[in-house]
């Protein structure tokens, strides 16, 4: 129950950042399920990187920024950026099969997504993230150092000092072990949130049903700052199907030529944007939801039947069976699609190295806000940041290591969870209907209020519901009895909050915020920068 490192979740940014540590700490690593229920096992694009002799590391950082709509922070852009040569090749010598420019050649096949200037996106065919999580998962299980905690959901970080204060450490966290229905403290002088983004606040999301926002709920209880939350970033081309599960149609469909069309065929992307179908995804985004509710549609057309079958076969296997499956020959006929919730471009703020405002606490992946996507994520920047920020993370702690400062105590950090927690929590049985029944209700709030377009009239709206579904789940939350449905409703409503609140407080449209009240966008670009108490938005100013 004690361990040098704590990291929670087992997507890219938790893999990366255990095996990183395991060579010289005992590692916890984390997690509500296997792999498989990750976000980036989902990834299909690839990872940005300026590999072809034509590319550069400027040109990459360069298209970010012009995506990240000026909201960007330069220092961290470059730093990641800078990394991505050597993050290929840490994931190639971890055994991460990308496809070649040509069978048996050492040259990497890149292909182009929205936003980039040139192809530099390295991919294993359609399946990047499977591939990926596929083989760092493979390392960490045979790893000794590695202790794979599964069916562990994290309740909240156990702290010395109250939070927010000056006397504030993170000492471990509370957990509840779903399998065995019973809750227990674990004990490290460093904990790392990996937990994805918060893709489940809304209804149709390409996120999985774990990525509830848990760490940036948790973070935020502890007195971290959090950052950017009102860019959620909407992919352009979920597939539209009853049995679709909003399975994503990856944006190197257009940039291998997918056209997006009305139902009659008509071509509408270059009347929005002179990049057409290689725009950035807030723009597509909107372009598609505009044409949606002009034309009353449940969806528009993603085509690329003009390219030979062979070619989206050996491309796009798993889309193409995917579609098949459906009943959709994509070498025939156009795929439908609709906008879904994808990607949460804000989160925990975080230095370049994951440090947060919490010492002992560090936040890598989505679940971080390192100020790399600002206020939209350019296409496949996000694996890249996984990798380059969870080895960043790591070699921090290593680094402390070195100094003698990691010390745990389980003692310690019980008494502390004991007496800052509540007393009265306890496991709980299966979740209550009516704590999936808010939950479903929330999702459709949040996307009918909360979407691609919103109004001040539509937020505070959902800001009121919200704050009477987080008072009805306070009240359950204080009677006891923990169960995992209950937890993830309390950090649903904590972050669905939070991006209601940051969303209200920006006077502008930028990225993917879009107002209908506040269309312009302002002269100067700021962050949206929350804490505990009040919230820091020099851009509300001017």
């Known amino acids: 129950m004690t361990y040098d490192v704590i990291v929670v979740g087992n997507g890219l940014a938790g893999l990366a950042t255990a ?15 296997g792999v498989e229920h990750s ?27 012009v995506a990240g709509g000026g909201l960007c922070d330069a220092d961290a852009t470059h730093r990641i950026a800078a990394d991505a040569r050597r993050a290929i090749g840490w994931l190639q010598q971890q055994g991460v099969a990308f496809t070649p420019e040509a069978p048996g050649q050492p040259a990497l096949h890149l292909t182009r997504e929205g936003g980039h200037g040139r192809r530099r996106i390295a991919h294993a065919a359609d399946a ?25 959901c994290a309740i909240d970080l156990v702290l010395a000092g109250p939070a927010g204060t000056p006397a504030a450490r993170c000492l471990g966290l509370t957990v509840l072990d779903t399998a065995h229905g019973r809750l227990a403290t674990l ?26 926002g848990d760490g940036i709920a948790m973070a935020w209880r502890a007195g971290c700052r959090v950052a950017n939350l009102e860019f959620i970033q909407f992919h352009p081309t979920s597939l539209h199907h009853p049995q679709g599960d909003a399975f994503l149609i990856s944006e190197a469909v257009r940039g291998e030529g997918g056209l997006l069309r009305l139902p009659d065929g008509t071509r509408f992307m270059p009347a929005h944007d002179a990049r057409a179908e290689l725009a950035p995804r807030d723009v597509v985004a909107r372009a598609i939801d505009t044409e949606i509710k002009r034309h009353g549609l449940e969806c528009v057309y993603l085509d690329i039947s003009h390219r030979p079958r062979e070619f989206l076969q050996e491309h796009f296997p798993n ?15 156009p795929i439908p699609v609709t906008p879904a919730a994808h990607y949460t471009c804000g989160g925990v703020l975080a230095d370049t190295a994951g440090r947060t405002d919490l010492p002992g606490l560090y936040a890598v992946g989505e679940t971080a806000c390192t100020g790399l996507h600002g206020a939209n994520r350019l296409a496949s920047n996000s694996l890249l940041e996984c990798v380059v920020m969870g080895h960043a993370a790591a070699q921090a702690i290593l680094a402390e290591q070195r100094a003698g400062t990691m010390t745990a105590n389980i003692a310690t950090a019980g008494a502390a969870a004991g007496g800052a927690n509540a007393p009265h929590m306890r496991a709980g049985s299966a979740t209550h209907p009516s704590v999936a029944r808010d939950r479903q209700a929330l999702r459709q709030l949040m996307r009918d209020d909360v979407g691609i377009v919103r109004s001040n009239a539509s937020l505070a709206r959902a800001a009121q519901r919200i704050a009477q579904w987080e008072a009805d789940t306070a009240r359950r939350w204080q009677a006891g009895g923990i169960s995992r449905g209950l937890l993830e409703l309390r950090n649903l409503l904590q972050v669905a909050a939070l991006i209601v609140r940051a969303a209200s407080a920006r006077h502008e449209s930028r990225g993917a915020h879009f107002n209908q009240d506040w269309p312009a966008t302002l002269p100067e670009a700021h962050p949206s920068i929350m804490r505990a108490t009040a919230l820091h938005e020099t851009q509300a100013a001017a």
């Not at 095996?19 to 399920?33: D, I, N, Q, Y």
């Not at 591939?131 to 599964?150: D, G, S, Y």
């Not at 949130?193 to 996120?207: E, I, K």
């Open 19 to 33: 095996l990183e540590l395991a060579p010289r700490c005992r590692v916890a690593l984390l997690a509500k399920g």
């Open 128 to 152: 990047t993230g499977r591939a990926v999580v596929a083989a760092l998962a493979e390392r960490a299980r045979r790893h000794p150092n590695i202790t794979w905690l599964q069916a562990h």
């Open 319 to 333: 889309i193409y069976a995917r579609c098949l499956e459906l009943g959709i020959d994509m070498a025939t006929e």
């Open 187 to 212: 004990a490290a002088p460093r904990v790392v949130l990996a937990t994805g983004g918060a893709g489940q606040v809304y209804a149709q999301a390409t996120a999985p049903a774990a990525a509830t």
């Open 39 to 65: 976000a980036s096992h989902r990834a299909q694009g690839g990872i940005a990187a300026a590999l072809d002799p034509q590319d550069s590391v400027a040109e990459h950082v360069r298209d970010t920024l």
